[in-house]
């Protein structure tokens, strides 16, 4: 009788253990340090009213990755999903455990080029209000997809713009139909509603098309940030690998502990290892949540693209490795792009815990700026970390300024601030161009001339005397603007080589306690990635100065810092990479963080210390890096 008994209990928590299975409840087990949410565009919900397929393609996505939270979007290009189908759509992913948001994705019509409304039309104003008001009635927390700009041109627009630029009109619009037609109406339906706007990432064109860095962060509840980055050659935005790490961290200094989470799709992506860098980057930047865009682009079977270069060679992104973690059931045959992000997330969610404060070399970046568009990605890319700021970062040892600073009015007596208190600044050739007749002759007397200059040597120096060669691309030759100089007023450091004469790419002045450099940028900004390593190495001679942690070795490394002594070196090389690292501090080994492995480190080359230029004394480790791969550090004695 007691044995019958046992035996019905056993059967009953078998039954009770299926159930919870089955409906998501004992999921458990997900990442330590941040969350994944899976964005769902209108159109995929409305696939979701056949009971069937939601049910397929959530075992199929929550068998590869584990899914914390989901998006369901209520509107896009002019389709309303019906107020019953969202109900039910939530009720699934709740009784499994699941939270629930908002989206809505302000496309008017043609989304292909992404047409928005036109907000001086009272019709349309209307309409956006109905949106807000309908999601605010079903879901606590809301994230405007990332076309909640500004780009109609239709008579009503010109008519209302008047005299105004285009960016004007659109900054104060925007800010109008921020507060009159999503805030007000979405909290007068549900007054505990938290709205988030979701920022692209084209970040330097943003106030031309009425998004506010300034103004929106301090009204919405909270900000998300566009961390895709895609191919950096075949997309028209041709934007870096290193800016889904450096936007994540440039938003958080805008709205500290307020910027929710990186958002990554799988468009334009080549090979897989693609898709994969964009999430480790957008964690790497200690983004708290992932977003991956979107359900339906994580049910299609992976194909890995082009990456027979390194196939072989068990990177980072381990295709074999990841395919072998990937469990089969049912339908579910072959591993889809749910697993990539699924196996790229716990790769790094083993030492994410581990690693401290994001740091970088400071520069400021204010509100409402553009100029050398994006160059910040480029110096992360020839392995400069930079902390991008809306404010001038007084406490900086070093700030480092594009011509975006051009935007602040008092930029040039806040330089000349920084160097009165014995600190350093060095400004771009862009920023140089734009301030001349401006006031930076008041510190040193340049000129950004219209001439151009075709180097392929390279030579470098300080004082007076011979400079040594610095290395030759006698196949790749760089154009750079000239700049002239005034003999023992200002002194080149850095020298480009072109026929038998020398051209300054990086000057230094001294001003009051502190010093000045101008960095020469070439033209085409990709022609950073042209230039010899040792010449990039004596370029960070004096921008890195004495920041704890360098890296020394080919372009397209990049190296991320954090304050507790650990920090990551990530190659977006096809091949594999030497790389020397050097630390301060008296550390004499370095531990993986990933293997245990520990590196012996040797006292770097002796540099001649020129009046504290150069910074400390240093201890270097050599590494190898392998292709589309990253090695995790921390420093031990």
Same mark, same amino acid.
């Given at each position: ?65 584990? $899914?914390?939270? $989901?998006?369901? *979007? ?109 805030? *007000? ?7 505990? =509603?938290?709205? =988030? ?54 938003? *958080? ?144 040892? $070093? ?44 510190? =040193? ?135 020397? =690292? ?11 963080? $990933? ?39 921390? *420093?031990?004695?």
């Amino acid at each position: 009788m007691k044995s019958s008994r046992v035996q019905r209990g056993v059967f009953l928590l078998y039954v009770l253990f299926f159930l919870a299975v089955s409906c998501g409840l004992a999921r458990g087990g997900q990442y330590k340090n941040f969350r994944v949410a899976v964005y769902i565009p209108a159109g995929v919900v409305e696939r979701m009213k056949d009971p069937q397929w939601l049910q397929s393609t959530w075992e199929t996505i929550s068998l590869q990755l584990k $899914v914390d939270k $989901v998006y369901i *979007e209520t509107y896009r290009s002019q389709h309303i999903v019906d107020e019953q189908l969202l109900e039910q759509v939530k009720k699934f992913f709740l009784d499994r455990g699941v939270q629930v948001a908002g989206g809505i994705a302000h496309t008017s019509a043609d989304a292909r080029q992404f047409e928005t409304f036109s907000y001086a039309d009272p019709k349309e104003r209307e309409y956006v209000k109905k949106i807000s008001e309908l999601t605010a009635r079903h879901f606590d927390e809301i994230i405007l997809d990332d076309f909640f700009f500004h780009m109609s041109k239709s008579d009503a627009d010109i008519a209302a713009k008047g005299s105004r630029s285009w960016t004007q009109y659109r900054l104060e619009t925007m800010g109008d139909v921020s507060r009159r037609l999503v805030l *007000e109406p979405a909290r007068a339906v549900n007054p505990k =509603v938290k709205i =988030v706007i979701k920022y692209p990432n084209w970040y330097e064109h943003f106030q031309g098309l009425g998004y506010d860095l300034d103004q929106q962060p301090k009204m919405f509840d909270g900000i998300y940030t566009g961390t895709e980055t895609r191919d950096p050659v075949v997309t028209d935005q041709h934007l870096q690998q290193y800016e889904s790490y450096q936007i994540f961290r440039y938003f *958080e200094n805008i709205k500290p502990g307020g910027n929710g989470g990186g958002w990554v799709d799988t468009f334009s992506v080549l090979y897989v290892d693609r898709y994969a860098e964009q999430l480790w980057d957008t964690m790497f930047a200690k983004a708290p949540e992932i977003m991956l865009f979107n359900w339906d682009l994580l049910i299609p079977p992976i194909r890995p693209g082009e990456r027979d270069a390194w196939k072989d060679m068990h990177t980072s992104f381990d295709y074999d490795q990841m395919r072998a973690s990937f469990h089969g059931s049912g339908a579910v045959s072959q591993p889809t792009m749910a697993r990539v992000a699924g196996y790229s997330l716990e790769q790094v969610d083993q030492f994410l815990g581990k690693l401290g404060r994001p740091i970088g070399i400071k520069s400021y970046k204010p509100y409402q700026s553009s100029g050398e568009d994006f160059l910040h990605n480029y110096f992360g890319m020839i392995g400069i970390p930079v902390d991008l700021y809306p404010a001038f970062p007084t406490d900086a040892k $070093v700030v480092l300024l594009t011509e975006s600073a051009k935007y602040d009015r008092d930029i040039v007596n806040k330089i000349k601030q920084h160097l009165r208190a014995g600190k350093n600044v060095v400004i771009t050739s862009g920023l140089l161009h734009a301030l001349q007749g401006k006031g930076i002759e008041d510190i =040193v007397e340049l000129e950004y001339t219209d001439h151009k200059v075709l180097v392929r040597g390279y030579s470098g120096g300080f004082g007076a005397g011979n400079g040594s060669e610095l290395g030759n691309n006698a196949n790749s030759a760089v154009v750079f603007p000239e700049i002239r100089f005034l003999t023992n007023d200002a002194w080149p450091l850095i020298r480009g080589l072109a026929s038998g004469n020398g051209f300054p790419i990086l000057l230094m002045n001294r001003y009051s306690k502190g010093i000045l450099f101008v960095w020469t940028i070439p033209e085409n900004f990709n022609d950073l990635y042209e230039m010899p390593p040792p010449v990039v190495s004596a370029i960070k001679d004096y921008v890195l100065g004495d920041f704890p942690v360098r890296l020394d070795g080919p372009s397209k490394v990049s190296l991320f810092a954090y304050d507790n002594g650990t920090f990551i070196v990530e190659s977006f090389l096809d091949k594999e990479a030497e790389i020397t =690292v050097s630390t301060t501090g008296g550390f004499t080994m370095l531990k993986n963080l $990933v293997t245990g492995e520990v590196i012996n480190g040797q006292p770097a080359p002796a540099r001649s210390l020129q009046q504290g230029l150069l910074g400390t004394q240093r201890l270097s480790f050599r590494l190898n890096v392998k292709p589309h791969s990253y090695r995790v550090f921390m *420093e031990a004695k």
